[in-house]
T-cell receptor, first 115, second 116 residues
Framework: SAVISQKPSRDICQRGTSLTIQCQVD?????MFWYRQQPGQSLTLIATANQGSEATYESGFVIDKFPISRPNLTFSTLTVSNMSPEDSSIYLCSDTVGFVNTEAFFGQGTRLTVV | AQTVTQSQPEMSVQEAETVTLSCTYDTSESDYYLFWYKQPPSRQMILVIR??????QNATENRFSVNFQKAAKSFSLKISDSQLGDAAMYFC?????????????FGTGTRLKVLA
């Protein structure tokens, strides 16, 4: 398994500020993913965090708004920059050991409210 | 592009009864993997069951089983002897090795309520 510790679990932030979410994995994993999830809705992939290289962003998400770091195989951060109320959502990180048939493990999510 | 559709936003089942959650997907690939994940109110996503497309035999995990119809691109989840702890959002997910990224494509989810 690859258990993920994600923090903070929730935060309330002022618009215009930034929040950095951290995910720590208890073992080395190949890929880490960052998702956004509106309450009661599906997961939307923001980006794939690659160790030692730039993250790969999905359509509609840009690095200036969601900078990602992945300094090693067990840690990654997602920053939500210059926040607006539209950024209020749940953010989850996920990992996989790199085999397509293996399960992904997820953090418990960060519930972000922007006021 | 691949898509995953869950046509049932919400389902209810009596405790100890059986319920089936539907999932259909669209792909032109022949090699892929399908998953069902459960997300309880704690938000912790948990793998329920997985199916390899090249396997004709339906996967089973205790009270959970799937009906995988490759030609019809259908992947339904059957929960037998439903328990109160089964109440959660259930997401069907598709994953292909061809993209090289191993990213999931998730369905819109089905909220399962279990009635005592």
């Amino acid at each position: 398994s690859a258990v993920i510790s994600q923090k903070p679990s929730r935060d309330i932030c002022q618009r215009g500020t930034s929040l950095t979410i951290q995910c720590q994995v208890d073992s080395q994993v190949t890929m880490m993913f960052w998702y956004r999830q509106q309450p009661g809705q599906s997961l939307t992939l923001i980006a794939t965090a690659n160790q030692g290289s730039e993250a790969t962003y999905e359509s509609g998400f840009v690095i200036d708004k969601f900078p990602i770091s992945r300094p090693n195989l067990t840690f990654s951060t997602l920053t939500v920059s210059n926040m607006s109320p539209e950024d209020s959502s749940i953010y989850l990180c996920s990992d996989t050991v790199g085999f397509v048939n293996t399960e992904a493990f997820f953090g418990q999510g960060t519930r972000l409210t922007v006021v | 592009a691949q898509t995953v559709t869950q046509s049932q936003p919400e389902m209810s089942v009596q405790e100890a009864e059986t319920v089936t959650l539907s999932c259909t997907y669209d792909t032109s690939e022949s090699d892929y993997y399908l998953f069902w994940y459960k997300q309880p109110p704690s938000r912790q996503m948990i793998l329920v069951i997985r199916q390899e497309a090249y396997k004709q035999q339906n996967a089973t995990e205790n009270r959970f089983s799937v009906n995988f119809q490759k030609a019809a691109k259908s992947f339904s989840l059957k929960i037998s002897d439903s328990q109160l702890g089964d109440a959660a959002m259930y997401f069907c997910a598709y994953r292909s090795p061809l993209s090289g990224t191993y990213k999931y494509i998730f369905g819109t989810g089905t909220r399962l309520k279990v009635l005592a």
